[in-house]
């Protein structure tokens, strides 16, 4: 039977493929972002935020600051590419999210498998709203169309274990051309593969991001539970990773909740990861629950945080909690 030989964690914010000089814009996006998640589970204006906000926040705003922590997320990109090269699994599980990159309002599955037998990669495309730090960054998702090899065996059997778990999941064979996989997945393809040639992969989208039917954590860490079985009953003798992609808190830096996830996942202590309120997972901060699925699928391995970085951008707060880990 198959095996799971590794588990990794890696946050995938455009922010991590821009320069530390081009953070400051982000920031000021921020200031006209309608999805800034508070403790409460509620949006807030920017300007809430910039009230409240803890006065020595300033000392995170400093270029010589944002360097430092930038060559910190570039060590822990590269950090999670040697690991997955030195194991070399057979097949890669992602669980990512979609952002109305393939779903959207016309059909929003909470939970899709896509196991055909290439998956293409096209480049992101943004609205013109977003500003230009953010469009120029789009190169950490891939710059051009590419193919990389599924892994349809796996993802059939992973599709009827999911039933068989009674996790309703919808399920895809095929891509357009022009419309490949979302960002979730684009960073690892671009970022994160450093061999020349690609592992198999079998993407696992969640709707994490869109009410009204996200999964909640218990559901996620549920359909990793799922993942695990799968792999564990796979009539095949493949060596299988599995990497939750996204995250942690972000828009708004919620350190204590990345923490309280953190401490959960390093504990093996599902049920904790799974109470955490579902309110709080919510804007970009939901990504969390990918790597919940990828924890409920990884609890026969011990998580072992390679580097935690919260990115502060403004003085509200905002930015982006960097993180890197591995569960072996």
Aim: negative net charge; glycine residues 8%; hydrophobic residues 35%.
């Amino acid at each position: 039977m198959a095996k799971i030989v590794l588990g990794l964690g890696s946050s995938h914010s455009p922010q991590l493929s821009a320069p530390p000089e081009a953070w400051p814009e982000f920031g000021k996006n921020d200031k006209n972002n309608p999805e800034l998640l508070g403790r409460d589970g509620r949006y807030h204006p920017y300007d809430e935020f910039l009230a409240q906000a803890d006065p020595a926040l300033s000392k995170q705003l400093f270029p010589s600051v944002w360097q430092a922590k930038w060559e910190r997320c570039q060590k822990g990109i590269a950090w999670i590419g040697e690991r997955l090269a030195e194991v070399s699994p057979d097949v890669l599980i992602i669980v990512g999210d979609d952002q109305e990159e393939l779903f959207h309002e016309d059909n929003a599955p909470a939970l899709l498998v896509y196991w055909g037998d290439e998956v293409i990669n096209t480049p992101r495309v943004y609205p013109e709203r977003v500003p230009e730090a953010v469009k120029a960054a789009g190169w950490g998702y891939g710059v051009k169309s590419e193919t990389f090899p599924g892994a349809p065996d796996l993802g059939r059997h992973l599709i009827e274990t999911l039933v068989d778990h009674e996790v309703d999941v919808s399920h895809s064979r095929l891509l357009k051309p022009t419309r490949g996989v979302g960002h979730a997945f684009g960073f690892v393809y671009h970022r994160l593969f450093n061999s020349a040639t690609p592992i198999p992969t079998l993407p696992i989208m969640l709707n994490t991001y869109y009410p009204p039917n996200q999964p909640t954590p218990k559901r996620c860490y549920e359909i990793g539970q799922a993942i695990c079985d799968a792999v564990e009953s796979w009539d095949s003798d493949a060596r299988v990773a599995i990497l939750g992609s996204g995250g942690l808190s972000h828009f708004v830096i919620d350190e204590r909740l990345d923490q309280e996830m953190i401490e959960a996942m390093q504990a093996g202590d599902g049920e904790r990861l799974t109470s955490v309120p579902r309110e709080l997972l919510n804007s970009g901060t939901s990504e969390s629950r990918n790597w919940i699925a990828a924890a409920g699928a990884l609890t026969g391995l011990r998580m072992h945080l390679h580097d935690y970085i919260p990115c502060y951008r403004s003085p509200a707060g905002t930015g982006c909690a960097m993180a890197f880990a591995e569960w072996s």
